[in-house]
């Protein structure tokens, strides 16, 4: 009963503490699914297909599946490298094309049943079918703590903070 008190407790707490909602009161979705399969000890390749709905739920915003290969160089340092195809709504409602590339680094130490990560994830994304309207820089940095419940459970929380490289107005910080 502990256990499961101190999860409500902590979820709750993360509720509490989670920023409003800016801009227009509009209800969105980002959900995920994916599976992962370890070739060998140190190779992980990875699918993850995501969705993301907008409108209050409504309309289907973003298809975006991805594909990713992961290397663990150290015991407590993952290097990794993916493609995301992304068939997302523009401005005018018409549907668009994105290809995001990514390489990144996660770093990690563990004290028991508590982790600690952080991800450093260089990304590109060129626009258009085939590629050809030109691309958007991104560097994205995310902090991931977790607990591990049992062997079969484990919690977690992120934050995550985007910085666009070369924007026209500047670089900029945005959250998420």
């Avoid at 008190?5 to 009161?25: K, M, N, Q, T, Y």
């Avoid at 150290?74 to 990514?102: C, I, M, P, T």
């Avoid at 992120?158 to 945005?174: H, I, P, S, V």
Wanted: proline letters at 2%; one cysteine or more.
């Amino acid at each position: 009963m502990g256990r499961f008190a101190l999860s409500v407790a902590c979820i709750l707490l993360a509720s509490a503490l989670a920023p409003g909602a800016r801009g227009e009161a509009d209800g969105q979705l980002w959900a995920s699914a994916g599976l992962s399969y370890d070739v060998s000890k140190r190779f992980e390749l990875a699918f993850d297909q995501h969705l993301r709905f907008a409108d209050d739920f409504s309309e289907l915003d973003r298809v975006m599946p991805e594909l990713s290969l992961g290397y663990r160089a150290l015991a407590w340092l993952k290097l990794g490298a993916g493609y995301r195809f992304s068939r997302q709504r523009n401005n005018d409602e018409e549907w668009v094309f994105r290809h995001r590339l990514h390489v990144e680094a996660r770093p990690s130490v563990r004290w028991g049943a508590f982790g600690a990560e952080y991800r450093l994830r260089f990304q590109e994304q060129l626009r258009g079918i085939d590629a050809s309207e030109g691309g958007r820089h991104t560097l994205r940095q995310r902090i991931k703590l977790r607990y591990g419940w049992s062997s079969d459970f484990t919690s977690y929380a992120a934050g995550e903070a985007f910085l666009a490289l070369g924007a026209e107005d500047g670089t900029r910080l945005t959250e998420s």
